[in-house]
């Protein structure tokens, strides 16, 4: 069987990645795919309950880190691993990059523990043993802070991250360059300022361009 494909959508909150999941799914079935959508944290009744505990409860940066990578091993090992070696395609609402992004540069959490905690969690069980699972495609949208702040006044009642403040955010937003800048194989930067069609437009766009999409199995 075909190895599966690992599509994450990242960006800071107010970006607009979520809405565009369950469109790409769509599509992608409609093309004969299998796909798994999920979240993180989240994406198994553990990681959930770690994921409200996270969202709602006052902790330090290393307690914040620990719960995410705790919930991360549990959804790999429960939800997209056995995916992927089903030969699906996995849309996943943030993963790795998020941590660096919010608890590394955000809470100016050391980065090297994170990338300690991302070996421990991630090495993959399936050949080649001892891998980092990465996602093949990280569909990056790209905000400015104060156009997120301006979004998030006009939604739901802000979790403890959402309610945080733009220095934050800016924090936030320079953490995931710098992940894109490490990983510019695998970043697809989308400005998301831009209308949802226009966003759109560009996420298809850019999947049609990477040689890598045509690895996508058929199912």
């Excluded at 056995?82 to 809470?107: I, K, M, W």
């Excluded at 070996?119 to 990280?138: K, N």
Aim: proline residues 6%; contains cysteine.
């Amino acid at each position: 069987m075909a190895a599966g494909f690992f599509i994450t959508f990242e960006g800071i909150d107010g970006a607009g990645k979520s809405s565009h999941i369950a469109p790409l799914a769509e599509a992608l079935r409609a093309q004969g795919h299998t796909v798994t959508v999920t979240r993180e944290p989240g994406g198994t009744a553990l990681a959930e309950k770690l994921r409200t505990l996270l969202l709602h409860d006052e902790m330090d940066a290393l307690t914040e880190a620990l719960l995410v990578f705790a919930a991360r091993r549990d959804h790999l090992r429960c939800v997209i691993e056995p995916a992927l070696a089903r030969g699906e395609v996995v849309l996943c609402d943030r993963f790795t990059d998020a941590t660096f992004a919010y608890q590394g540069a955000g809470r100016g959490f050391n980065p090297q523990i994170l990338a300690l905690l991302e070996q421990w969690v991630q090495a993959s069980a399936s050949p080649p043993e001892g891998q980092l699972r990465q996602p093949d495609i990280t569909l990056w949208f790209d905000l400015p802070p104060q156009v997120a702040a301006a979004r998030l006044a006009d939604a739901r009642q802000p979790d403890r991250f959402e309610a945080l403040n733009q220095d934050f955010f800016t924090r936030v937003a320079q953490g995931y360059a710098a992940r894109a800048a490490q990983a510019p194989e695998r970043f697809v930067r989308l400005d998301a300022a831009q209308t949802p069609q226009v966003v759109w437009q560009q996420l298809t766009a850019a999947l049609a361009d990477r040689a890598c999409w045509a690895g996508v199995p058929q199912t």
